[in-house]
């Protein structure tokens, strides 16, 4: 969906947060690949190669004992305000 919305000249942003992280996890992304789709980190490598901003919530990232040094490179750690923050700028709606 980011690709997409970066290819429609929309402005996008991937957060992650809760048990999601741990695809974040070195080593994890390359272990899920369905079919002929692309490898998650395929995905996720491609999604930072076009300039889209990669978050991930600090407290998921506490909760699963996760150091910055256990993600991939390129993901940003922010607070868990950061994502009301991008919805209420987007005037938009969260869900999971």
């Not at 980190?41 to 910055?68: F, P, Q, Y």
């Not at 490179?73 to 987007?90: F, M, Q, R």
Request: hydrophobic share 45%; aromatic share 6%.
């Amino acid at each position: 969906m980011a690709q997409t919305a970066k290819a429609m000249d929309i402005k996008p942003v991937v957060y992650y947060l809760g048990t999601g992280l741990r695809i974040l996890k070195s080593g994890e992304a390359e272990k899920i690949k369905l079919g002929t789709f692309p490898s998650v980190k395929e995905m996720i490598d491609k999604t930072l190669d076009m300039g889209i901003e990669i978050m991930v919530c600090e407290a998921s990232k506490r909760m699963l004992g996760l150091e910055k040094v256990d993600l991939i490179p390129g993901v940003k750690i922010v607070g868990a305000a950061t994502l009301n923050d991008l919805v209420l700028e987007a005037d938009a709606t969260q869900w999971f």
